[in-house]
T-cell receptor, first 111, second 112 residues
Framework: ELKVEQNPLFLSMQEGKNYTIYCNYSTTSDRLYWYRQDPGKSLESLFV?????AVKQEGRLMASLDTKARLSTLHITAAVHDLSATYFC???????????FGKGTKLSVKP | ETGVTQSPTHLIKTRGQQVTLRCSSQ?????VSWYQQALGQGPQFIFQ???????GRGNFPPRFSGLQFPNYSSELNVNALELDDSALYLCASSLDRTGELFFGEGSRLTVL
């Protein structure tokens, strides 16, 4: 059974600091997604990582994928309050479009 | 181009009742997937419909059923509602069975 584990589950950061969220998964997959969710809202797609070594950046967020280690990271640079949200990684383990999500990392950025 | 739309946005039901949730897929998308997100949890896959046929199902009982129509819109039906069915139900559409998912705003169901 494919399992996706994120850590930390809760993260309180000060503005201007850097931090990394980790996403480990238990079986091989060539497709990994990162989503953002604001309270009471739907999922906003951040990154789609399709191959080993893939790195994508958007603003203060950068995501990478290491398929051999079954690990993806979401790095936050110089955090700002607007980044406060819950971040999910999801894996398409069977390549059939059925995503398995982690439990999410609730990020709070404080002044 | 309109995105994925879901209705209703909020609803309240009592145990034992039945509910139907609706989803209109994004233009050009032929695949719809449904997810259940309980409070404080990640979304869980319920099932996927591709060209009007069920194409994969998660670990949900048969009282969760669905339909996809010729225009690729979809319904999720839940019979004999239980308190644990209270959740945000998310619909996502994609260009095909393995394409990137685009999520709607969700339907928040409360079962009393």
């Amino acid at each position: 059974e494919l399992k996706v584990e994120q850590n930390p589950l809760f993260l309180s950061m000060q503005e201007g600091k850097n931090y990394t969220i980790y996403c480990n998964y238990s079986t091989t997959s060539d497709r990994l997604y990162w989503y953002r969710q604001d309270p009471g809202k739907s999922l906003e797609s951040l990154f789609v990582l399709l191959s080993n070594g893939a790195v994508k950046q958007e603003g203060r967020l950068m995501a990478s994928l290491d398929t051999k280690a079954r690990l993806s990271t979401l790095h936050i640079t110089a955090a700002v309050h607007d980044l406060s949200a819950t971040y999910f990684c999801a894996v398409d383990g069977r390549g059939q479009g059925n995503l398995i999500f982690g439990k999410g990392t609730k990020l709070s950025v404080k002044p | 181009e309109t995105g994925v739309t879901q209705s209703p946005t909020h609803l309240i039901k009592t145990r034992g009742q039945q509910v139907t949730l609706r989803c209109s897929s994004q233009s050009g998308h032929n695949t719809v997937s449904w997810y259940q997100q309980a409070l404080g949890q990640g979304p869980q896959f319920i099932f996927q419909y591709y060209r009007e046929e069920e194409n994969g199902r998660g670990n949900f009982p048969p009282r969760f059923s669905g339909l996809q129509f010729p225009n690729y819109s979809s319904e999720l039906n839940v019979n004999a509602l239980e308190l644990d069915d209270s959740a945000l139900y998310l619909c996502a559409s994609s260009l095909d069975r393995t394409g990137e998912l685009f999520f709607g705003e969700g339907s928040r169901l409360t079962v009393l």
